[in-house]
């Protein structure tokens, strides 16, 4: 395992990146024995250092959970990264672009909780339970470390390569329909360029949250009453560049849209 003084090195490099927009070199290439247990330690420090100047946690992400990711990637296990309210943004929002490097975009699901969830042996049902409404969701992925050769331990460290995301269309009730079957149509720019059901991720879409709730509760933590939990990407990931305009349609649970600028 890297030694404290690297790991806040790490840190603080990632947080300059994300001021800069300039990304840092690889953190495998620069640390081969950098471990998940390490990248992880980057990602709680990071968010310390937010959560310092003022940033407020709003909910947390999870990634590559799908197969569509995973071959996008060459990544073959989920990881997960925080949410800041700042980075929730409404459906129509104008994005600027060149606030991100290397942005592309996911269609999901986030489920907003209503009750705390807690690991380590949290289910699909109990996250059912604790879930107030699912809501249409596109995810701005962000890279603050170059791309080329990243690993999971890279894009652990990155947050989840979180950006931003975008909520929109028609909230639902979790028992209100089946989410294994919800399906979207992506378009940039009025061309279609993926589509996906949610099944996709881990089955069923509520089966990655219950999956955070574990992964996290080793550490202390759990998810809570309030935050918005991106359940993971059921698309490829699409790259976005200045004037393009995304939408989705989620069919009844509406549609969802944002303009790069």
């Known amino acids: 395992m890297l030694d404290d003084e690297t790991i806040a090195r790490i840190a603080d490099e990632l947080v300059e990146a ?19 247990e390490d990248s992880y330690r980057v990602q709680q420090l990071w968010r310390e250092r937010g959560e310092a100047a003022g940033r407020v946690l709003g909910g947390h992400k999870i990634g590559l959970t799908s197969k569509a990711m995973q071959y ?10 925080v949410i800041f309210k700042d980075m929730i943004l409404d459906s129509g929002a104008t994005v600027e672009w060149k606030q991100y490097s290397h942005p592309r975009i996911e269609v999901e699901l986030a489920f907003l909780l209503k009750k705390d969830i807690s690991g380590p042996d949290a289910t699909l049902f109990d996250v059912l339970r ?37 909520v929109g269309g028609t909230p639902v009730r979790p028992d209100d329909v089946d989410l294994r079957w919800v399906a979207a ?19 069923h879409p509520a089966q990655g949250v219950s999956w955070l709730a574990n992964k996290i509760a080793p550490h202390g933590d759990s998810l809570k009453a309030g935050e918005l939990i991106l359940a993971g990407s059921f698309t490829r990931p699409l790259w976005v560049n200045a004037g393009d305009t995304v939408f989705a349609d989620y069919g009844k649970l509406g549609t969802i849209t944002c303009h790069f600028k």
């Open 130 to 166: 604790a879930t107030e409404y699912v809501v249409p969701a596109l995810e701005i992925l962000d890279s603050r470390i170059e791309m080329e050769g990243r690993t999971i331990v890279d894009t652990i460290s990155d947050n989840a390569a979180m950006g931003a995301m975008v």
């Open 185 to 203: 149509i992506l378009f940039k720019n009025e061309t279609i360029e993926e589509t996906g059901v949610a099944a996709g991720v881990l089955n």
């Open 72 to 81: 996008a990637t060459g990544i073959t296990e989920p990881d997960y990264g």
């Open 18 to 36: 994300a001021r800069s927009r300039v990304p840092v070199p690889r953190l495998t290439a620069r640390y081969p024995e950098m471990t998940v």
